[in-house]
Nanobody
């Protein structure tokens, strides 16, 4: 299993970014996928998840601002982030699990992880 996140960068508050996560080595369409983030000095936290059947969950902190999506044909996971604030600054990780979605997952609920991509939001 390989997951490669990209799309991070520096953006001003109020701006937008779109993260991507390219997947390989497993049956992508059968796996639930998630985004987590980890800010400096903080624990890794759940951001959003999407099942193979396109059911989605979001953390309350990003609901209405972030949109998770996936393309099973392209084997790619996305995270559209709008109305970014400095509190969104973190390393963002994509993750995969072979089972169904967990409503409020912890990192332990996901078996496979990619390297993160850094998102920095300036005020």
């Amino acid at each position: 299993v390989q997951l490669q996140a990209s799309g991070g960068g520096l953006v001003q508050a109020g701006g937008s970014l779109r993260l991507s996560c390219a997947a390989s080595g497993f049956i992508f369409s059968s796996y639930s996928m998630g985004w987590f983030r980890q800010a400096p000095g903080k624990e890794r936290e759940f951001v959003a998840s999407v099942s193979g059947g396109l059911m989605t969950y979001y953390a309350d902190s990003v609901k209405g601002r972030f949109t998770i999506s996936r393309s099973n044909t392209k084997r790619t996971l996305y995270l559209q982030m709008n109305s970014l604030t400095p509190e969104d600054t973190a390393v963002y990780y994509c993750a995969a699990r072979s089972r169904g979605l967990v409503r409020i997952p912890t990192p332990d609920d996901y078996a496979y992880w990619g390297r993160g991509t850094l998102v920095t939001v300036s005020s």
